[in-house]
């Protein structure tokens, strides 16, 4: 339908349709769509599973409030949860009275790196809800509020009179003076890997002494290839980053309990169970997912609109593999765009060999060495894009289906517009 048709006023006519909307989500037994794409912040109702994990950096918080710091870069591929751990961190630190800084390594350049932490140190530990400076730090007063608004004046750029070495003075009057010993400073850094780049190696140095500072404890988090990336700019950051915490795909058990609790938020009260969806949709998307969160709710979500937009009642089987279907060409996409050249060159080649193929023949058709094939296949095994398969002698590379949704299907395009 369309508004012009009816004549009606487009605010009535949004409400109209968003009143249809609800009619559809009563429908479905929801009173929202619980599934949404944003990691999870203070709210941790909704959290499931990574006990090993948060075990980890329970012994590494506790270790650093007795004075022995390991960093730690939590790594795992895309969707997997890093960006939830990381708040989990940052609630649980903030908790235990510690400051806690959370940067985000793609919206900040290498030269903006030390503003946007003294910044962030001053603006969320040392400042009240009300924004006015906590009663505890009122010795320091005065200077804490004149570097404040240096800061605050420039927030994107750096202070013309605040020079390098100014700065770093004042850091460590924060950090040394202000903090006081009994406290960590909490540094949990956003997708990490984009400072694995040559002209961030001036960050890395800085890191190398700074990360080694007594009550300063950091969390990089990355990709699964974060560590290697980032020793390749910089050897030295192998040693500043002792811990490595690996997120593995959720449980099946941990799957269904991500799913049931979203929907538990959402049900109106007489919906039982995993309602809308069906048992068996619930299993196929548990199935299919590979226990990655994002994918679990973004097939979830998707079913839902289609769900919404069907005017069903429930949610099935055939529901949610439509969803996936739509879904595995954009989720396809992201994965294309998250490999380095070379890895998208050789899962191209793979999948002209239509998804399946060897080492050796994928370095001839390359021309490349089979080692460094290799490396790059085990860089993208790992990462979870492709799979393995042993038969006989050979070893056989195998393209995920999100990805071959995508490629074998490009070249079959390609092909149609050669025609
Ligand atoms: N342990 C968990 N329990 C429940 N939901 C989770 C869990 N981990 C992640 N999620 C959900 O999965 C989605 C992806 O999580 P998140 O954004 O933290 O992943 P990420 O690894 O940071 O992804 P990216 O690689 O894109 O940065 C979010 O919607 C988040 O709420
Ligand atoms: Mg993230």
């Known amino acids: 339908m369309d508004y012009c048709d009816i004549m009606l006023d487009p605010i009535e006519f949004i409400q109209n349709a968003s009143s249809i909307t609800k009619k559809a989500m009563n429908r479905l037994k929801l009173k929202t769509n619980p599934f949404s794409e944003k990691p999870i912040r203070g709210n941790t109702k909704f959290f499931v599973g990574r006990t090993t994990e948060l075990m980890e950096i329970a012994d590494i918080l506790g270790a650093a409030q007795y004075g022995s710091v390991a960093n730690a870069a939590i790594v795992g591929t895309k969707g997997i949860g890093k960006s939830s751990l990381l708040n989990v961190i940052y609630y649980a630190a903030k908790r235990q009275n510690h400051w806690t800084v959370e940067l985000e390594a793609s919206q900040i350049t290498p030269r903006q790196f030390l503003i946007q932490l003294m910044y962030g140190i001053i603006k969320d530990n040392l400042f009240t809800m009300e924004g006015t400076l906590s009663t505890e730090y009122v010795e320091h007063s005065q200077k804490i509020i004149e570097i404040y608004r240096r800061l605050d004046a420039h927030p994107d750029k750096t202070p013309v009179h605040y020079p390098r070495e100014r700065i770093e003075r004042d850091l460590d009057y924060l950090l040394n003076i202000v903090k006081g010993d009994n406290r960590l400073c909490i540094i949990l850094i956003d997708e990490a890997d984009q400072f694995a780049k040559k002209k961030c190696l001036e960050l890395l140095q800085f890191f190398h002494s700074f990360l080694y500072e007594d009550g300063i404890l950091t969390f990089f988090a990355g990709s699964p290839t974060l560590m290697e990336n980032l020793t390749k700019v910089s050897p030295a950051m192998r040693d500043r980053l002792p811990k490595i915490i690996n997120m593995p795909p959720l449980s099946k058990e941990e799957s269904y309990d991500l799913i049931l609790r979203r929907l538990k938020d959402a049900q109106i009260s007489k919906a039982k169970n995993y ?3 069906t048992e068996g949709a619930v299993d196929v998307i548990v199935e299919e997912c590979d226990g990655i969160p994002r994918k679990i709710i973004m097939t979830c979500s998707e079913a839902i609109s289609i769900g919404l937009k069907k005017g069903l009642t429930e949610i099935d089987e055939n529901i949610v593999k439509m969803a996936m279907k739509k879904l595995g060409i954009s989720i396809g996409h992201q994965i294309l765009n998250h490999l380095t050249p070379a890895q998208s060159k050789i899962v191209r080649a793979l999948a002209s060999f239509n998804g399946r193929s060897t080492v050796t023949e994928l370095a001839k058709s390359l021309n490349y060495s089979p080692g460094t094939i290799g490396t790059h296949l085990s860089d993208i095994y790992e990462m979870g894009y492709i799979y393995k398969e042993r038969s ?28």
């Open 275 to 277: 309602e809308p969806f």
């Open 392 to 419: 006989g002698n050979n070893v056989y590379y195998i393209l995920s289906k999100e990805l071959s949704d995508v490629l074998i299907e490009e070249d079959f395009n390609r092909d149609k517009n050669n025609k």
